[in-house]
């Protein structure tokens, strides 16, 4: 007969055994064995990792608060799963053992924790990993559902937490029915920035708790930053190459409505889940914590806009991001703009209506120029350079601080009066986009111009009405 003391002995041992072997819930052993976990930035993505049966995954993540750029010449204070917005892509296979290490930097002024939502358990692990500066928290959760799931940080204030940039995703493969190979995979995620400032103040910039609260972001991105997925930084892939976006929404308050200009997604993942799968979708909502994959075969060289289609956010918030697809043409699909031809109205002549009487062209004072010149500015022009002057990188170039413009002969009034289609370089960015021609009249010109060259920061000198009609003739 064993004794009280035996017996419970022996029970524990018995517990511990099964805890280990898996075999206590029902769980598949861990045949696999054991792999530290590949954890990369977006916008790449670690290799999907082979193994015959499920295995212990190890996950070393340290938290980081660092000062990096939200655009040019705008700084802000972020908080990071390891050192950048989003947080590391970690990538396993359901039924995995994941053994999570999440570490504090000793030089970090805050506690925080994470709340990983494929973990099936309190606070989806926040519970368990609270952790201060200079410390390491270790806890352990099965990687039970397939999908794509987002993380963030739990930390009260939660929401503040999340706008700062501690977020992320993880993807639990299924075993039963992985996804199929492509041949390019990207992670994006989008997220919103709170700032004290307006869109495009420069320096450091302090977060606005009541911004947050009242839902209005001064910057919607896509992985952290304004232009982090543009110009140079593009995603580039090939004609006829298949691509898998993994794509996230941090929030913390505005739903994403994804699309990618020119593209139709041949497969969408709907919120992240693995069994269904729709075809052919045009735009794709992704909730605040939400994700979803996306699957596509590019057809047509060019340049794809990557948007949140609550389109004021993309061109005027920053949640804009490229696709760079090189390769050969094919007419078949796309043509390109074939011929432009004349549009006669009924009557054989192009009628116009005059709205407004004719305004008075004389020589004006500076003052007037610029003050004639902002509203033309903000009304015509604000949309793609912004009321600030700097732009969007890799879309539309800066007009404060522009070389390009201060170093031009006829200080700009060619571009505006016979717009622009050609590569140029503005502050050592490149922009190859299309400036429209304007139906200002000579005034008009010089009065935008005059305010253009003369604003931000700038001191180019004024357009006067005599320099417009010299140039014009």
Not at 5 to 12: E, F
Not at 162 to 169: D, E, K
Not at 201 to 213: E, K, P, V, W
Request: glycine share 10%; hydrophobic share 35%; with cysteine.
């Amino acid at each position: 007969m064993l004794t009280r003391i035996q017996y419970y002995t022996v029970a524990i041992i018995v517990l511990l055994l099964a805890s280990c072997t898996g075999k206590k819930s029902g769980l598949p052993e861990l045949t696999g064995g054991q792999r530290e976990a590949q954890l990369t930035d977006a916008p790449l993505v670690p290799k999907r990792v082979e193994s015959k049966g499920p295995q212990k995954v190890i996950v070393h993540l340290e938290i980081r608060e660092v000062v990096k750029q939200i655009s040019d010449g705008t700084a802000y204070t972020f908080w990071t799963f390891g050192g950048n917005v989003p947080g590391k892509f970690i990538r396993v296979m359901q039924d995995d053992l994941v053994e999570f290490h999440l570490s504090n930097h000793p030089g970090n002024k805050l506690p925080h924790n994470i709340d990983l939502h494929a973990v099936n358990g309190p606070g989806g692990g926040a519970e368990a990993s609270l952790t201060a500066p200079g410390h390491t928290s270790v806890f352990s959760f099965r990687a039970l559902n397939p999908g794509l799931y987002v993380y963030h940080c739990a930390t009260a204030p939660v929401g503040m937490h999340i706008a700062n940039g501690m977020y992320g995703m993880i993807f639990v493969e299924s075993r039963e029915h992985p996804l199929p190979p492509v041949d390019h995979e990207f992670y994006m995620m989008q997220g919103e920035i709170y700032t004290t400032g307006k869109f495009g103040d420069a320096g450091l910039q302090a977060f606005s708790m009541q911004n947050a609260i009242d839902e209005k972001p001064t910057y919607v991105v896509f992985n952290g930053s304004v232009g982090s997925t543009l110009g140079p930084k593009a995603l580039n892939v090939k004609v006829g190459e298949t691509v898998r976006l993994f794509v996230g929404n941090a929030g913390p308050n505005l739903s994403s409505s994804f699309h990618v200009i020119g593209e139709i997604f041949d497969n969408v993942y709907p919120e992240g889940g693995s069994e269904i799968i729709n075809h052919n979708v045009q735009t794709t909502v992704i909730p605040p914590g939400g994700a979803a994959i996306v699957e596509f075969k590019v057809n047509v060289p060019g340049v794809y806009h990557m948007v949140d289609h609550a389109i004021f956010r993309a061109f005027n918030q920053g949640a804009l991001a490229d696709i760079n697809v090189t390769g050969r043409d094919d007419s078949s699909i796309y043509s390109h703009k074939q011929r432009d031809e004349v549009y006669m109205l009924e009557g054989g002549n192009i009628q116009s209506l005059e709205t407004s009487p004719p305004v008075e062209m004389k020589e004006r004072p500076m003052a007037e120029r610029m003050q004639i010149g902002e509203q033309i500015f903000t009304t015509n022009c604000a949309a793609c350079h912004q009321l600030t002057g700097q732009g969007l990188p890799g879309v539309f170039p800066p007009l404060a601080g522009s070389d390009f413009l201060k170093n031009r002969p006829d200080k700009g009034v060619n571009i505006v009066m016979h717009g622009l289609q050609e590569p140029i370089t503005v502050r050592g960015m490149q922009f190859n986009g299309v400036m429209p021609i304007w139906s200002f009249n000579e005034d008009q010109v010089a009065s935008v111009l005059t305010y253009v060259r003369n604003s931000w920061g700038n001191n180019f000198g004024p357009v006067s009405l005599s320099e417009v009609r010299k140039l014009k003739k």
